[in-house]
């Protein structure tokens, strides 16, 4: 562990789900609030080819968030309008792994977002400044993890070979990229976990 620490040097995150709460939980929310099934979001995006190719059309930048509200309403029957801020009033920051990050770039380490985005412009890019050397939001690239290409952007942004990166996600299937390209990878589930298994792999203190 200790020389895989050492080639360790680039710290790539996820930003839903890993610098936020849980996204599942606040679509859960969602559904409470709007008479819904709990799981309704979950099991449209997992059975509905419509819905699917929606998202990857949203996350990519290529269908409009008003056409997309418009589709995925029509798909549950609730009201399109502001559905997006809707979807994600139930989440907040995770002040723990936002300070993480923050340390970790403190300490020389390369810091990075890598985030497929719906819509690009509920990013605060205060706190993107503030945390990250370079981003890579799929909205604005015109691509989405798990493209391996996310990762290797990723990396290029911060100067940082993707051999001596850490990727931090939340969802399983978006680390076998990174792992293929040489990154140490985190499943991210608890920012305790999540912390302690970073400063092993960086080598630094991070809370």
């Known amino acids: 562990m200790a020389?895989?620490?050492?080639?360790?040097?680039?710290?790539?995150?996820?930003?839903?789900?890993?610098?936020?709460?849980?996204?599942?939980?606040?679509?859960?929310?969602?559904?409470?609030?709007?008479?819904?099934?709990?799981d309704a979001i979950a099991a449209a995006f997992r059975t509905d080819p419509g819905a699917r190719e929606m998202v990857v059309a949203l996350e990519t930048g290529r269908l409009p968030e008003t056409e997309f509200e418009q589709?995925?309403?029509?798909?549950?029957?609730?009201?399109?309008?502001?559905?997006?801020?809707?979807?994600?009033?139930?989440?907040?920051?995770?002040?723990?792994m936002i300070e993480a990050v923050a340390a970790a770039r403190v300490a020389g380490i390369r810091t990075g977002l890598i985030s497929n985005s719906w819509g690009t412009r509920r990013y605060d890019r205060a706190l993107l400044a503030r945390l990250f050397d370079g981003i890579v939001i799929s909205g604005e690239v015109g691509m989405r993890k798990p493209t391996p290409e996310m990762?290797?952007?990723?990396?290029?942004?911060?100067?940082v070979p993707t051999s001596q990166c850490v990727f931090v996600d939340d969802l399983p299937f978006n680390l076998p990229p990174a792992e293929e390209l040489g990154m140490a990878t985190v499943h991210h589930v608890t920012a305790e976990q999540t912390i302690a298994e970073l400063e092993d792999l960086l080598g630094v203190r991070l809370q």
């Open 151 to 159: 990762y290797t952007r990723g990396a290029e942004v911060i100067g």
């Open 71 to 96: 589709g995925l309403a029509s798909l549950l029957g609730v009201d399109g309008p502001g559905l997006i801020d809707r979807l994600f009033a139930g989440s907040a920051l995770e002040p723990a």
């Open 3 to 38: 020389s895989e620490r050492a080639t360790r040097r680039g710290l790539l995150v996820d930003w839903g789900g890993v610098l936020t709460t849980n996204l599942f939980a606040g679509f859960n929310a969602f559904c409470a609030k709007e008479g819904l099934e709990r």
